[in-house]
């Protein structure tokens, strides 16, 4: 899989960001845009709270066709009632009349603070002559998009002919059942919407919807894709390998810009009875606050994966069949702790990556999770959000 270097927007696609006034001075509202329509899916939160836009984008990508995307940061129009919902559609508008397209065919993203009446009127007024700032650099568009996140992420990735490009933001609240923060993907290859659509939500679930930094669902998480067709068809395998390798790639990407995160987790459960039971004993590795902080203090504390693995209760769980790894290296067999070099697994243990590795020996079922460790620097992030 080729990735670009630095990441860039495929033909056809520009975006921009700037600051409206949501933000003391950074960017806080970010447009992207096609020249020509382009067939579209999105996925959304499954939380029963859904922000204004969601329950908008719901509607719109029904159409299966975008020209472009809007989205602010700050301020994530959740709870906002009737008024929220007229301020999303004003968002709409107000970029689609700066896109020279019809409302229908823009999605509005919000995130941020919960709770807050949207400035839009200061959102109208920054979207005026937002396109002419439109450029190919698909972290200008990031930028907009931030919140607690460290720094902007894209990705590109060649697909045959086209590129895939992802633009993403998300470090808490993270455990959707359907995508993670905001991650918008735009492509210029040649594919109708219920492909499309098919092929995001098969991506989806094995990435965004394997990823957890806290086990919290936000209110506002949004996956859509846009594919204005501008290089042709694309095979589909060819085009859906590099999708899934991408998601995965921004998976990792948002799991190691957790909220005081300072390394990767991974855990890979295999011999599980099936890929749900799978998932389910890997997100409750990934979730548990002792395995994180356990990664976290460089701890081998063998008993906390067991743990974890044992308190999935409604799971084919044998402790006579199961094993476990730490960074490759044994400290489970059998359902009993094993011998192993303390010190190594310490020294492995303080890396930026944590790879946990569970055999269940009950089945074929096979599931990756992702997540971060719990820091300090997580408590401190979210005891003051609200005021940020």
Known sequence: MRFHEPPVLPRGFRCASRNCGLKPAQPDLALFASEVDAAA?????????????VTLGRETIRGGVLRGIVANSRFSNVATGERGLEDARRMAMAAASELGTTADRVLVSSTG????PLPVDRIEMGLRGMASTLGGDPLAGARGIMTTDTRPKALSVQAGNATITWVAKGSGMIQPDMATMLVFMFTDAEIEATTLDRMLRRAVHGSFNMLSVDSDTSTSDTCAIMANGLAGPVPAAVFEAALIAGCVRVTEMLARDGEGATKLLRVAVSGATTEDEARRVARSVINS????????????????????????????IRPAATSARINGTPVVDRGRRVEFDESAVREALGG?????????????????????????????ENAAYYSS
């Open 113 to 116: 603070v919960i709770g807050l």
């Open 352 to 380: 930026d990556t944590v790879d946990i590795d569970v055999e269940l020996g009950v089945g074929n079922g096979h599931a990756i999770a992702w997540g971060c460790d719990l820091s300090a620097g997580y408590i401190e």
């Open 41 to 53: 899916a999105a996925v959304f939160t499954r939380n029963h709270f859904p922000g204004a836009p």
């Open 289 to 316: 606050p002792l395995i994180k902080t356990m990664a976290h203090g460089a701890d081998p504390n063998v008993g906390r994966i067991l743990m974890a693995i044992g308190k999935c209760f409604d799971c084919t």
